[in-house]
T-cell receptor, first 114, second 115 residues
Framework: EPEVTQTPSHQVTQMGQEVILRCVPISNHLYFYWYRQILGQKVEFLVS????????KSEIFDDQFSVERPDGSNFTLKIRSTKLEDSAMYFCASRTDRNTGELFFGEGSRLTVL | AQKVTQAQTEISVVEKEDVTLDCVYETRDTTYYLFWYKQPPSGELVFLIRRNSFDEQNEISGRYSWNFQKSTSSFNFTITASQVVDSAVYFC????????????FGDGTTLTVKP
């Protein structure tokens, strides 16, 4: 069964460092998302991406964050200068249709900022 | 604006009991989609079900059933004869037509099933 894959599964970084989280969505999906879940809290929307551009972003997704799809398969989330409060599980997701299809989530990348 | 409320933060039951997880939503969209996801202790998010706003039929899948009531804006999830493996955090989510497919999640309900 096709799946969304994410790397790394866990990354530890120092505050102020740049981090790139990588995702390979399911190949025939058109819509891509990043969500964040701080430990023990709800799943929060960060950004949606379609047709090689951001469709919508949340207040969390400030100038420190960026996304791109550099090669037609990978979908990356970059945090330019990490803060302690960026420590969370980051989930990549993809779907075929904008609303009707289920979100297929990757297993998540746990980011720990020290 | 969209909002999903899961009023039950934690529920604890004994194996074989039935349990219902509540979900109430708010949206201005006339067409919208409701989802339930399970997050076991391992952390991944597992899709359970999707419901369209124009389809109010209830659904049963094995021990799981879902009751969608548009009149009360609720989409409740019942597990019959619960098992220890059902222990997880369960999230209700909502997606509407007027956003870019973004799903808004509730805060989640932590279900603990004791043997």
């Amino acid at each position: 069964e096709p799946e969304v894959t994410q790397t790394p599964s866990h990354q530890v970084t120092q505050m102020g460092q740049e981090v790139i989280l990588r995702c390979v969505p399911i190949s025939n999906h058109l819509y891509f998302y990043w969500y964040r879940q701080i430990l023990g809290q709800k799943v929060e929307f960060l950004v949606s991406f379609y047709n090689n551009e951001i469709s919508e972003k949340s207040e969390i997704f400030d100038d420190q964050f960026s996304v791109e799809r550099p090669d037609g398969s990978n979908f990356t989330l970059k945090i330019r200068s990490t803060k302690l409060e960026d420590s969370a599980m980051y989930f990549c997701a993809s779907r075929t249709d904008r609303n009707t299809g289920e979100l297929f989530f990757g297993e998540g990348s746990r980011l720990t900022v020290l | 604006a969209q909002k999903v409320t899961q009023a039950q933060t934690e529920i604890s039951v004994v194996e074989k009991e039935d349990v219902t997880l509540d979900c109430v939503y708010e949206t201005r969209d006339t067409t919208y989609y409701l989802f339930w996801y399970k997050q076991p202790p391992s952390g991944e998010l597992v899709f359970l079900i999707r419901r369209n706003s124009f389809d109010e039929q209830n659904e049963i899948s094995g021990r799981y059933s879902w009751n969608f009531q548009k009149s009360t804006s609720s989409f409740n999830f019942t597990i019959t004869a619960s098992q220890v493996v059902d222990s997880a955090v369960y999230f209700c989510a909502l997606s509407g037509d007027t956003n870019a497919g973004k799903s808004t999640f509730g805060d989640g309900t932590t279900l603990t099933v004791k043997p």
